[in-house]
């Protein structure tokens, strides 16, 4: 099987860490003087947008409780 080039890997591209960095980048956005005002401004709102959404969904993929381990008094298959 052929992995796609757009799937991107769990642990380097966690979207918690992607949005700090687009937080980052929004802020050197402003500041870039190769760009107009007005372009500096787009791109700091496009970079903001995108931290807003990796951070939601950041909220959405918290992890799993841990599961509840038996008791030493438990054995066997556990009743419904």
């Known amino acids: ?13 966690d979207p918690a860490r992607l949005a700090d960095a687009n937080r980052v980048a929004a802020e050197t ?3 870039d003087v190769q ?5 500096r401004q787009e ?16 909220r959405q993929c918290q992890p799993a409780p841990a599961r509840r381990r038996r008791t030493t008094r438990q054995t066997g298959a556990t009743p419904r």
């Open 1 to 13: 099987m052929r992995a796609l080039r757009t799937q991107l890997d769990i642990f380097e591209h």
């Open 43 to 58: 791109r700091h709102d496009y970079y903001l947008g995108e931290a807003l959404r990796l951070e939601a969904l950041a």
């Open 29 to 31: 956005a402003l500041r």
């Open 35 to 39: 760009f107009s005002a007005a372009e």
